[in-house]
């Protein structure tokens, strides 16, 4: 069982919006900030927003975060087919000695 | 650009020593802004930070409470890389292995991915 809580799984229709959750803690979301990676089958993941909300160069301003509190989200407009993936929320806990965690991962489906 | 090249071995007898390296380009495995890392992701365990390494004043580690009895991360700068030692394994961690690099606090880059499998 993950520290962080995703959905499973999500799905969305050609240009539409959907929005992928992640919950924390007081030690984790409620004190750092959240980063979302993307990964395709057979392939690393890849950083989609770090920082809460921040792109790096060569995301699209399709994909944004925000964060409240223990939780935070990822939200997608303009859904394409290429953006069908697992999706994974990250962010340091602070419990313990410290160490890196990671959501569970959602499914993304573009029908 | 940075780039990771990871290599070792893909498969590891039970109670054996995991060991892999990360080459890196683009970087340096000294440098005081980037701290290198690696992860692993099978899929009981999903994606799982195993530790990093990381230089600013003085060198530091820090690994993840579940593995901390049996990892090693050190870096080698003469060769700019940096290597995982994973002690005593089981086939519980079977997993496909990921080098990273951190900065800002995240995973900016990554390695190809190695998967390693534990049978005898």
């Known amino acids: 069982q993950s520290v962080l809580s995703q959905p499973p799984s999500a799905s969305g229709t050609p240009g539409q919006r959907v929005t992928i959750s992640c919950s924390g803690s007081s030690s984790t979301i409620g004190r750092n900030t959240v980063n979302w990676y993307q990964q395709f089958p057979g392939t690393a993941p890849k950083v989609l927003i770090y920082n809460n909300n921040q792109r790096p160069s060569g995301v699209p301003d399709r994909f944004s975060g925000s964060k409240s509190g223990t939780s935070a989200s990822l939200a997608i407009s303009g859904l394409q087919s290429e953006d069908e993936a697992t999706y994974y929320c990250?962010?340091?806990?602070?419990?313990?000695?410290?160490?890196?965690?990671f959501g569970g991962g959602t499914k993304l489906t573009v029908l | 650009q940075v780039q990771l090249q990871q290599s070792g071995p893909g498969l590891v007898k039970p109670s054996q020593t995991l060991s892999l390296t990360c080459a890196i380009s683009g970087d340096s495995v000294s440098s005081k802004n980037a701290a290198w890392n690696w992860i692993r992701q099978s899929p009981s365990r999903g994606l799982e930070w195993l530790g990093r390494?990381?230089?600013?004043?003085?060198?530091?580690?820090d690994y993840a409470v579940s593995v901390k009895s049996r990892i090693t991360i050190n870096p080698d700068t003469s060769k700019n890389q940096f290597s995982l030692q994973l002690n005593s394994v089981t086939p519980e961690d079977t997993a496909v292995y990921y080098c990273?690099?951190?900065?800002?606090?995240?995973?900016?880059?990554w390695g190809q991915g190695t998967l390693v499998t534990v049978s005898s």
């Open positions: 390494t990381y230089y600013r004043s003085k060198r530091f580690n």
């Open positions: 990273a690099r951190s900065q800002r606090g995240a995973l900016d880059y």
């Open positions: 990250a962010a340091w806990d602070d419990s313990l000695s410290g160490q890196e965690v």
